[in-house]
């Protein structure tokens, strides 16, 4: 369940929202190549994500 708590951090960092508090209490008992290991890999899932909206939007619109 520790990953979906990184999963979590992620997702709130990317949206600007989570207590201070909350990411130093992560820092501090985590570990930080995991942090960004799940950063980048969400970070690509969401490039893909609006690729794929867009390549659909395109062939509905052409």
Same mark, same amino acid.
């Given at each position: ?15 600007? /929202? +989570?207590?201070?508090?909350?990411? !130093?209490?992560?820092?501090?008992? +985590?570990?930080?190549? *995991?942090?960004?290991? *799940?950063?980048? !890999?969400? !970070?690509?899932? /969401?490039? +893909? /994500?609006?690729?794929?909206? !867009? ?6 619109? +052409?």
């Amino acid at each position: 369940m520790k990953l979906l708590r990184y999963v979590q951090a992620v997702l709130w960092s990317f949206i600007g /929202l +989570g207590r201070r508090s909350d990411m !130093a209490e992560l820092h501090r008992t +985590g570990h930080p190549l *995991v942090l960004v290991i *799940v950063a980048v !890999a969400l !970070a690509a899932l /969401l490039v +893909g /994500l609006l690729v794929g909206v !867009a390549v659909v939007a395109v062939r509905t619109l +052409g």
